[in-house]
């Protein structure tokens, strides 16, 4: 079971539709798959089940939230517990793979908050134990639930921001996936989250070999790569502008860059065609759609092809 954090400090540069699309593709070709959505503001659950659904069956006790509160309040429940399949998606895959999702809940900001007064402690060891056990909970909770269940790929949504949840996502990765707009801001963000997730990192493991306690190893997260999203094309390619800026990524950054990338479409991604399904599973019969379909496949081929999936 690999797990991947889909990530980028910024907002709205397509994390969510990424993962959406990444989860759903491979789970047709065949993969089971697991998408937890970590970020409060739910757009992944919404992506696949309507609000009055979350209301009815899921907002008391069945998010992610409800991981995280259980634990705090000293009666921790399996992650295996909060494992769903969505009615749409199940109907779409017909038994091909598997798509599951763990919902998220608008209150998961104020598990970031308990969790940061949990840090801390009355001397240097005490501390270093509790950042240790803070940020090892994903982590945790997913050696557990690998136990129970034989997911091949999990993929985390992650919130445009580096709080102690999205930490513990990281802690709890074998990769990291990163999504950005083809322009400067996008990218300046990049080299501030890798140097925030390095220093991450480096804590974590100087902690782990100084209060080693059983299981704790140290972390190596890899960098999959930068994908760009939203690209607008003219005939078969990016237009000039981000072309240009596309081959400067290429040729500066130290990480990899996703040789597809995902085309812009406004229609396409502001209501998918059919509602609780990725555009990339969509029915599509015009050339703009079908070539949004091609580009979202071909990240999905170079993904599974690098972590050998
Ligand atoms: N390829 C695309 N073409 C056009 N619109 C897109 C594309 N991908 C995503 N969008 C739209 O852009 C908006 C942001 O996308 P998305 O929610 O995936 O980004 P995000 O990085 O997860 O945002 P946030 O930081 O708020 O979590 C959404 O309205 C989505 O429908
Ligand atoms: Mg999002």
Redesign the pocket.
Request: charged letters at 25%.
């Given at each position: 079971m690999k797990v991947v954090s889909v990530i980028?400090y910024?907002?709205?540069?397509?994390?969510?539709?990424?993962t959406a699309n990444l989860g759903a593709e491979l789970a047709w070709r065949g993969k089971r798959v697991l998408l937890i959505d970590l970020?409060a503001?739910a757009?992944l659950t919404f992506s696949f089940i309507k609000p009055d659904e979350w209301s009815s069956n899921f907002e008391a006790s069945g998010t992610i939230k409800a991981w995280f509160d259980a634990h705090e309040s000293g009666a921790p429940m399996p992650l295996s517990e909060l494992v769903h399949s969505p009615e749409r998606m199940k109907q779409k895959l017909r038994g091909r793979g598997e798509l599951d999702v763990i919902y998220s809940h608008l209150g998961l900001i104020n598990v970031d908050l308990e969790l940061a007064t949990k840090l801390g402690g009355a001397n240097l060891s005490q501390a270093k134990k509790n950042f240790i056990a803070i940020h090892r909970r994903l982590a945790e909770g997913l050696e557990v639930l690998a136990e129970e269940m034989d997911y091949d790929i999990v993929l985390i949504?992650c919130?445009?921001n580096f709080n102690i949840v999205t930490k513990t996502a990281i802690i709890a990765s074998d990769y990291i996936l990163v999504?950005t707009r083809p322009d400067e801001l996008s990218t300046l963000g990049i080299d501030y989250l890798m140097r925030s997730i390095r220093g991450l990192i480096k804590d974590y493991n100087e902690y782990v070999a100084v209060d080693s306690v059983d299981g704790d190893e140290p972390i190596e997260p890899a960098v999959v790569g930068i994908v760009f999203?939203?690209i607008q094309e003219y005939g078969d390619r990016p237009i000039s502008a981000q072309r240009n800026y596309i081959a400067r990524v290429q040729r500066d950054s130290e990480l990899p860059v996703f040789e597809s990338y995902?085309?812009?479409?406004?229609t396409?991604?502001?209501g998918a065609p059919e509602y609780g399904v990725p555009v990339v599973l969509t029915a599509h019969n015009n050339q703009s759609h079908q070539s949004?379909v091609d580009g979202l496949e071909a990240v999905t081929t170079e993904f599974a092809t690098t972590l050998g999936i």
């Open positions: 980028n910024k907002g709205g540069v397509g994390k969510t539709s990424l970020d503001q757009s949504d919130p445009p999504p999203t939203m995902i085309k812009r479409n406004d396409l991604f502001a949004v």
